[in-house]
């Protein structure tokens, strides 16, 4: 594989590993921390966690790859009643605007948040091998971002970038095929 510009340095894992956490890490974890969040960010908006919405979260959280909407509400329990996308994008339109969940656009598809927070910005990197997604916050992304937009006269609405490559375990195993 030719050495890019971008890639890390060949020898060991990256700096932040729990960024792309490894294959068998125990992913229980990351749903239980993510799903008290919600639950705390729920309740201090005075919101309520329907069984919709927490089921919407729980199946964006049983991975770390984006979902499509459609995808989603085949995945539901519906209890009998009929399955509708319509619910899920409610669902969707509610976690998002909480910062729960974040819209890939590149991929129409939905993440669920690894630290949530409303508002601010986000790089998320995606793997073209595996499709896993990691969340970044770089505050001097977000800087940088809004300095270069407002040299333009150019009003963000929404400063979240989106970078395509390959996670840790996907240039490891380019290497070793390379
Ligand atoms: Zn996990
Ligand atoms: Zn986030
Ligand atoms: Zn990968």
Request: charged letters at 25%; glycine letters at 6%; one cysteine or more.
């Amino acid at each position: 594989m030719p050495e890019s510009l971008y890639s890390r340095s060949s020898e060991g894992m990256p700096d932040a590993p729990e960024a792309f956490p490894e294959p068998t890490h125990d992913h229980a974890r990351c749903v239980d921390r993510a799903l008290a969040t919600a639950e705390r960010v729920c309740a201090e908006r005075g919101r309520r966690l329907t069984r919709d919405r927490r089921q919407v979260l729980e199946i964006l959280l049983a991975t770390h790859r984006a979902i499509g909407a459609y995808d989603i509400a085949a995945r539901m329990d519906w209890s009998g009643r009929k399955p509708g996308s319509y619910a899920v994008y409610r669902a969707l339109e509610f976690l998002e605007a909480l910062g729960l969940v974040h819209r890939i656009k590149s991929r129409n598809a939905f993440v669920a948040c690894t630290d949530p927070h409303a508002g601010h910005g986000a790089q998320f990197l995606i793997c073209t091998g595996c499709d896993s997604i990691a969340e970044i916050a770089e505050p001097a992304v977000d800087r940088a971002v809004i300095a270069a937009a407002g040299r333009t006269g150019f009003t963000i609405a929404r400063p979240i970038v989106e970078i395509e490559g390959l996670c840790p375990y996907c240039t490891e195993r380019a290497t070793v095929e390379a």
